[in-house]
């Protein structure tokens, strides 16, 4: 199962769709829930769903956490310092040093 989103009338809604073969072996893709509009799903209308679909599965509280993320610049220096370190030979030295030891 996985979630959809889907457009009408210039509106964005949220479904819950299900995959599954016919008997033909064809994927077919059929709607389990209409979950609104994305604009009226707010965080108090989805942690109790959420938290409802925990339950069945056996899980005891809402495992949502909140995305976080470190911009790509962060690792310029990384990157960098990382073609330095080849450009040097350092990886080619140590690796035979390695190897002889």
């Not at 479904?15 to 829930?33: F, N, P, S, T």
């Amino acid at each position: 199962m996985y979630t959809k989103i889907t457009r009408s009338g210039g509106r964005r809604y949220l479904q819950l769709v299900e995959g599954y073969r016919d008997d033909a072996g064809k994927v077919r893709h059929r709607v389990i829930a209409n979950l609104g509009r994305i604009e009226d799903l707010t965080p108090e209308k989805l942690d109790p769903l959420i938290s409802g679909l925990n339950r069945v599965l056996g899980r005891a509280e809402n495992t949502a956490s909140h995305l976080t993320h470190e911009p790509a610049q962060s690792y310029g220096d990384v990157f960098a310092l990382h073609e330095l370190w080849k450009d040097l030979g350092f990886d080619r030295a140590l690796s035979r040093a390695l190897r002889s030891g």
